[in-house]
């Protein structure tokens, strides 16, 4: 799988929007970018994913730049909760039998 | 949405002897189940690949005779743990993965469990 870098940490205050950044220069054209999101002490949860149009679902929106070489996940009014390492993954479509592999994602802080 | 399930979400052994870990897809079948750790604040590693019927597939440097993977059914696969030590102390996470085709290859995760040796 492609590479992706995240920044390390992020702070942000409760009930303002976040945008994660997610750098991938390197993706392929069938590469599926997805973000999937650990909370303290839990499994992994899935949270977004897109190839190449913006996407929006209950828990986030993905902004994708034109030349995909990077996206941004946006929590539009975070809450105490979404404090968690968010991770960045890229996915070829012809993967999906593969396991995820994480990187060392993004630690967010959710100040109240 | 799907649901995985482990058990136990925690415990606590004494160096040399064995821990079983659950690992139950509650409302689905999963031909393909995930075993990861997971050291205090380093990212998940992937140990190996279960699937159902067949041998894991274990990753590199990964003990298979130490971590015994067993995948019954499409609802249910055990990592084992034999004569543990404190190094093996980890926080233990398995995924199943429901391979819909294109891009929605989801994978979802157990709550993990904390395995301390001591």
């Known amino acids: 799988d492609a590479k992706t870098t995240q920044p390390n940490s992020m702070e942000s205050n409760e009930e303002e929007p976040v945008h994660l950044p997610c750098n991938h220069s390197?993706?392929?054209?069938?590469?599926?970018i997805h973000w999937y999101r650990q909370l303290p002490s839990q499994g992994p949860e899935y949270v977004i994913h897109g190839l190449t149009s913006n996407v929006n679902n209950r828990m986030a929106s993905l902004a994708i730049a034109e030349d995909r070489k990077s996206s941004t996940l946006i929590l539009h009014r975070a809450t105490l909760r979404d404090a968690a390492v968010y991770y960045c993954i890229l996915r070829d479509v012809d993967t999906g039998r593969r396991a995820l592999t994480f990187g060392s994602g993004t630690r967010l802080q959710v100040q109240p | 949405g799907a649901v995985v399930s482990q058990h136990p979400s925690r415990v606590i052994c004494k160096s040399g002897t064995s821990v079983k870990i659950e690992c139950r897809s509650l409302d689905f079948q999963a031909t393909t189940m995930f075993w990861y750790r997971q050291f205090p604040k380093q990212s998940l590693m992937l140990m190996a690949t279960?699937?159902?019927?067949?041998?894991?597939?274990?990753e590199q440097g990964v003990e298979k005779d130490k971590f015994l993977i067993n995948h019954a059914s499409l609802t249910l696969s055990t990592l084992t743990v034999t004569s543990a030590h404190p190094e093996d102390s980890s926080f233990y996470i398995c995924?199943?993965?429901?391979?819909?085709?294109?891009?929605?290859?989801?994978?979802?995760f157990g709550p993990g469990t904390r395995l301390t040796v001591l």
């Open positions: 279960s699937n159902e019927g067949s041998k894991a597939t274990y």
């Open positions: 390197t993706i392929s054209g069938t590469d599926y």
């Open positions: 995924s199943a993965s429901v391979y819909a085709g294109g891009a929605r290859n989801e994978q979802f």
